[in-house]
């Protein structure tokens, strides 16, 4: 018998036919164990954002940063844009500096294309994000989304089919539409760090992904 990974974990014993196919033994019992589950790279970004945003510093710890969640690479974009940071065994500590505009391709990790859009708004010069069609079929149109509710803040932002140019600069407080998106509010939450007079509508919609989001960010006061 050989033991498949994942199944021997639970001890049960499975056996690799060789075809494509495996036979697992009727009768055996799955094993209680303890896992500890690694943080969400995902949800993390925001956090990551508001430090490159104000300027400032983050520790997000039970965080891998050579996890193979795609997302945590948003750390690597964060240091070409300009913040520092500083990666540990199960920690990552960002810090913000000087920011400036991007061209990049975010086919790879679409869901952190509206944290990026909010860290471009900060940034000097222009931000090019492109390859993302696809988030025109999202929980929002998030393309078209996030066109609108930039040009409310007062920013320059040119609208492409398949991605969006950002020009950084000044803004001003707005009330931003969430579309019933997630990613959205939470995302625009960071933008409210910085300048006063962000008010988020639908700002439950938070609860998709991360119920705990405001009361999280709350502690960043």
């Known amino acids: 018998d050989i033991t498949v990974d994942g199944m021997a974990a639970f001890g049960v014993k499975v056996r690799n036919r060789g075809d494509g196919s495996f036979f697992i033994q009727a009768g055996q019992r799955y094993l209680p164990r303890t896992y500890r589950i690694e943080g969400d790279a995902s949800n993390a970004s925001y956090f990551f954002s508001a430090a490159a945003v104000c300027k400032g510093r983050i520790e997000v710890i039970n ?6 969640q795609g997302d945590v690479r948003f750390l690597d974009i964060l240091e070409t844009m300009g913040c520092r940071t500083t990666r ?8 913000g500096g000087e920011l400036h505009g991007i061209e990049i391709d975010m086919k790879e990790m679409p869901d952190l294309v509206p944290t990026l859009a909010v860290t471009a708004a900060f940034a000097r010069g222009k931000t090019v994000i492109k390859n993302v069609g696809h988030l025109r079929h999202k929980e929002s149109d998030r393309i078209h989304a996030l066109a609108v509710e930039f040009t409310k803040m007062g920013l320059r932002v040119d609208e492409k089919r398949d991605g969006l140019e950002i020009e950084g600069g000044k803004s001003h407080g707005a009330e931003i ?6 990613r959205m509010a939470m995302s625009f939450a960071v933008a409210g760090l910085a300048v ?4 988020i509508k639908g700002e439950r919609s938070v609860d998709k992904s991360f119920p705990g989001f405001w009361e999280t960010l709350q502690k960043l006061y």
Do not use: C, W
């Open 177 to 182: 539409e969430t579309y019933d998106d997630h």
């Open 63 to 68: 965080l891998n940063p050579a996890s193979f």
């Open 88 to 95: 540990g065994k199960d920690r990552v500590e960002v810090q």
């Open 196 to 199: 006063p007079g962000i008010r």
